[in-house]
Structures are given as structure tokens and as C-alpha cells.
């Protein structure tokens, strides 16, 4: 018997015992309560700065940027990041000279010759970080072979991190700043409490306009004469009086402009000059947005101070912003002016492509990021999550839980077009990183079959859209083998082998399937059931009836390694499928006979608690609760749709499964416990089973728990019923 997660009285069976909605609220509601729908985070990035590369890491070529640079020649570059706790993580270094990364203050890592002449030279770096603001320097020096080196995350699909401008002087500013070439080294790093003025040298990149540009309007500055064309400020005005005044707002303008508030026209300016524009302002705050349009070379306005008790405030929170305004163009005169407000949310389009806001400071853009631990992420792990909530919300009759995933969904899909833009300006988006980088199954699939199924019940901008990139990517894109299945070539990772992986039948099954309900296409139900027909062959152990985790084509063999999560995978997808293959289908019966094989595997190894284990045949490793959690939801459904053969036997272990879930890995806030961390694969036991530890609330586990009690409280509604018949005939 394993160790216990938690004493059974701090568990949620002391409290509801096993009654499954009420779990299921507890459960919920913590997820929500630990991760509230937060916006995403508006920062000030200077596009003259260090830019990523397609891997997330930043490019520090000064051999390019210092054409002039000697040898000998040292450049400082500096950063800050936040960490919330006091952990070490692993970044991906390349050399292209000398360098030397201090964090903190502490020398963590010096290049050797190895490094210096062999740019491809790929070297993990371990950086400790401690609970807060965590600043590193490097120290580049210029020699022959080149200067400067790239700093990535060791894994951008999991975990995109972009460092902050460290100085008081660019608070709030996305990115790392850079020195002028120096002859000398420091005696002295800068360190939390620098400011750029420290060294007597110059920063860059620039963030303050030159004297001439500072001579000219923020308009005509920031997008030059826009001859036929036009842009956008947008402030808002906050009155203070509880009563309705009248105000006027006074200035110059320098070409035409126009001014609105809150969306309707105030006044037209047709020339040049002073002008007045009387307003009746109620308590509260009013968006004000003047299009400027270019006049025969000149173009802006300037605004008067405001009369008292009316005050200029940003329009929306951006971090490094200096005044109350953002910018927004160009335009052709003929184009309608867009949404201020929802035009933060998506890409701006226009007829050059795209655009998105800006602030008065040279080349400096508004930029989103992915700043939230979960929320508004997009990620395999969280499509399961989501589907648990949203499958809850259904179920509970609440609606709180069905707009929080909606939300969700939204905030992502909402970004995809600008999630492009930006990488393709930028190098590397700071939003939706996994799908603006789509290029694998994880990427797509998990999440965009959620989405699908949020679909069905609720309009989601931009959603249809994406619908049809994953469809494509699955179906066109993703590597195949000859017959048909899905496979990997890793590109972010280090296997150097091509692997089938049974996880995928999660990441493309449901998909499928989802796929074939929203189109009626039955290609899409061909090729899910050619995948569990294909995998079968080469992962299926028949003498115990359960599936190899993967095959690895490098040698040719199956890991024979019955993980947990993984064969949780299979039959957890296997009845999505079945679920809504038509019951004349040629392999319908195959399939059928399929899911009682592996269910009647699944069911001998079930532990003596009711869970079973992150090995499902090694009962000293760890009860395991996202396998226990899919073997309960397929089980519950192969009863109620009447798959399973026996179910007598079924129902028990499910009673004795969610019962040992209540009492062993779920405690009375809504905690789950047991879930294993993301996981690579081996051919050895001691992997999964010492390796692969579990964690607390992993997104892996939080909504297949919701999912199984989902199908547990409607077997028993199921179950209820059928009783009642027979009672009453």
C-alpha cells in the first residue's frame, strides 16, 4: 500500500462523503478562485530592442547591431525577471564570442573555446532564481570570431518566459536594454537598485524622442505626414462632478481632425488652428478619440490643459506607458474607424495587412503577453481542463462555470491573428505561443476539441477560423506513417528517434470526432477509428491486455511500459469515438470489442484503494489520479451506453474508484493530489515510476477528475432510472 496523500480527515469525503455534484462544485470552484479570468498583461516593447528568434530565445548578435565594434570591445546587456518562488530554471544558451551571465550579482555561467567558435553549440544553463525580482547581466566581449550569444527558455511551447527592461527609468518595459561598446570592463554590475545613469553611458534602445522629433505632435512624430491617410488617439476623460457639465476642451490642430466621444462624433476641424469643442460630460470616465488625417503635410493636434475637475487617464492599463494616450494607425481615409476598445483584443485590420497600438515613444509598441499562470493560455493540458468545466457548467446548471471557459476560449481565440502578426513582426509572439508556433499534435488538438465543443453552445470570435487550421493541420499536415498513423518527428525536444506515442489518441480522436459533428464529413470518423486500428498493432500487449506507452522507430520496438496516463488516453478517447461512430460503421464492432479488451485489462489491475497506479502492473508505485479519473469516465460510459459486457463488476469498481478518489486525492478545498507531471518516455520502469513524481493541481488531472465524477453522477441518475422503471412496471 502507498503512502497517502492526505489524512482522510482533511479530504473531501469528510465533508460530502461521495456525493459527485457536490465534489464536483469544490473542485470547480477552486480552479476558478486559484485562477481568475486576469486580462492579459499590455506592455510597452521598443521594436529597435533585442528580438526573439522562432525558439523564444533573444538574439544578441552585436557583431550586426555594432558594425563598428573592436576587437576587445565589451557590450553590457541587462535584464529582470520575476519569479514567485524560490526555484532554479533551466534556459538554452548559445555562444557567439565570448560571455560571461551573471545573475544576481553571482557569476553563473563563462563560455569556453568550445563555445566562442562553435555558434551551434547548444549549452543548458542553470540560473537559481529566488522569490521576486531577479536581475542578470551579460558581459560580451568582441573578438574575431564574433560577439554576443541567444538566451532561450529550455522549453518554449511549455514555457515562453520574456524577461522586463530592468531600470526605474523604463518601468514596465517588455525586454532587455543594452549598453554603447565599452573599452573597459565594469568594476561594478548593475544590480536591483541601478539606474541607467549609474555608468555615465547611454542605453539602448532609445525610448526618448531627439530634439527634433520632440519639437513635433505625438501624431506626426510617431506615423510621419499620413498624406490620404489617418491615425488615432484615444485617451479617456474622467469627471469628477456627480452632476452633468459642460466642459470645453481647447488646442491646435495642424491638419483635420475629428474628435468623438464614447463612439459618437463631437466636432469636425477642417484646417488648421486654435480650436473649441464644447462637451457635456457625466461622473465617470468617457473615451476620447481624435482621428487625425493628413492636410497637405501636417497632420496632429496638441490639447490644452483640461479645466478643473476633469482629468486625462489611460485609456487601458499598459505597463511603461508615460502619458495618458495610445496610438493607432495608419489607415486609408476611406477605412471605417475600427472598435478602441475591442481592437485591444485581436489584430487591427487594415488595408496594408495589420496593425495594432502604439505609444509617443520612438518605434515602441503596445504588446500583449501571456503573463497569468493559466488563464487565457492555450495548451493541451488545459484543453482537458476546460473541457471538465465546461462539461461541469452543463451539468450543475451553472453558469458562472460555462462564461468563465467561454471567456477563456475567447481571450485565445480572439488573439490568434494577432498572435501571428506578432511573430511575424516580432519574431516570436508573446501571446498563444503554442498555436502561432502550430507544429504538432499537443499544440492543437487537446484544446481545439474543447473549443469545438464550447462551439456548440456558444459563439466565440475567431473560433471558426482556428477550427479550420487545426482540421487542416491534423488532417494534411501532421506526419503520418504509409497506412496512416499518427506520429511524431520531435522538433523542440531531444529524442532523435520518430516515435507513435498512445497520448496522441487523445490529441486527435477527439478532434475527429468533433470535427465530423461540426461538418458531418465522415473522413474525419475514418481516420479516428484508423487510429486506434493502427495503434493497436504496434502498442497493444494482448496478454495483458493493455497498451505499450510508445514505439520507438529508432529501434523498432514498443517501450512495453504500461504508464498509466497513457493507456487512460486510449480508452478515455476510445469512447469519444464510440460515442458517436454510427452503429452501422464496418469497424464498429471491432472497435467495441476493442474497448471490452482494454477495459477488462484495465479492471484486473485496479489497486486495493480503488485508484490505480502511475504503473498500472508495479502496485508500489504512486496511486495515480488522472488514470484513475479516465478509467472511471470509460467504464461509467461503456455501462451507460452499453458497451461492457458484465457491467455489474464495472459498476463496482467505479463505486470503489470515485469512493477512493474522495477519500485519497481530492481534500475538502478542492484540491487534486496525484496527478503525474508531463511526461517524456523510456524504456525503463524506474522512469515512470520514480521520474515521473506527481504534482499538485496539474491541469493534467483537474478536469479528467471533474469528467469522470460528470459520468459518474450520470450513471447513477442512469442507474436511478432503470430502477424506477422496473419499480413502477
Known sequence: ????????????????????????????????????????????????????????????????????????????????????????????LYCYGPLILYANGEQIYKANIADELNPKRRTVVTIPM???????????????????????????????????????????????????????????????????????????????????????????????????????????????????RNVELTGSAEGKIALYVNGELQSTIDKAGSFQVALKLAYGEHDLVIQSLGTNGSVGFRLDSLPAGVHLVEPYPVHGAKDEWLYLGPFAVEEAIPDVADSLHSLVETQEGGTFWRLDQPNTWVRPFTENALFGKWNYPLGVTLYGMLQTGKLLGREDLLQYVYSHIETCTRLYSYAKWDKEQYGASGVLNTLATLDSLDDCGSFGATMLLALQSQSLQGAERIADVIADYISNKQERLPEGSLYRKPRHVDFPN?????????????????????????????????????????????????MSHVYDFGIDKPTKIAWGRGNGWVLFSLSELLAVLPDNHVVRNELLQFFNELSEGYLRLQGENGLWHQVLTEPSSYEETSCTSMFLYAFARGVRYGWLADTEKYIA????GWNGMARISIDKFGNVYGVCRGSGYSYSVGYYKDDLSWLLNDTHGIGIVLLAGIEVLQLERHLAQGKASVAVG
Open 1 to 92: 500500500m502507498t503512502e497517502r496523500y492526505i489524512d482522510i480527515n482533511e479530504s473531501i469525503f469528510a465533508k460530502c462523503g461521495d456525493r459527485v455534484s457536490e465534489i464536483l462544485a469544490t473542485v470547480a470552484d477552486r480552479y476558478v478562485g486559484n485562477n481568475p479570468p486576469h486580462p492579459m498583461a499590455y506592455r510597452a516593447f521598443c521594436a529597435d530592442g533585442i528580438l526573439k528568434k522562432h525558439d523564444y530565445s533573444y538574439d544578441f548578435n552585436f557583431t550586426e547591431r555594432y558594425p563598428e565594434l573592436q576587437n576587445g570591445q565589451i557590450v553590457y546587456a541587462w535584464c529582470k525577471y520575476w519569479n514567485d518562488s524560490d526555484m532554479p530554471l533551466n534556459f538554452i
Open 130 to 244: 529566488h522569490k521576486g525580482w531577479n536581475h542578470l547581466v551579460f558581459q560580451f566581449t568582441k573578438t574575431e570570431a564574433g560577439c554576443g550569444g541567444s538566451l532561450g527558455p529550455g522549453s518554449f511551447k511549455s514555457n515562453p518566459v520574456h524577461f522586463l527592461a530592468p531600470s526605474p527609468e523604463r518601468f514596465g518595459h517588455e525586454g532587455w536594454i543594452y549598453s554603447a561598446p565599452q573599452d573597459q570592463v565594469w568594476s561594478e554590475l548593475p544590480r536591483e537598485d541601478s539606474t541607467e545613469a549609474d555608468h555615465g553611458i547611454t542605453w539602448y534602445p532609445k525610448v526618448e524622442w531627439s530634439g527634433a522629433e520632440q519639437a513635433k505632435n505625438p501624431i506626426a512624430r510617431i506615423f510621419g505626414g499620413l498624406e490620404g491617410q489617418y491615425a488615432l488617439a484615444w485617451t479617456k476623460l474622467r469627471s469628477f462632478s456627480q452632476e452633468i
Open 498 to 546: 520518430a516515435t507513435l506515442w498512445c497520448d496522441d489518441l487523445y490529441m486527435s480522436v477527439p478532434y475527429l470526432c468533433r470535427c465530423y459533428q461540426r461538418t458531418g464529413e465522415i473522413s474525419y470518423l475514418e481516420d479516428a477509428a484508423n487510429q486506434f486500428i493502427q495503434f493497436k498493432k504496434r502498442l497493444y500487449i494482448p496478454e495483458l491486455q493493455i
Open 653 to 656: 469498481a467505479i463505486h470503489k
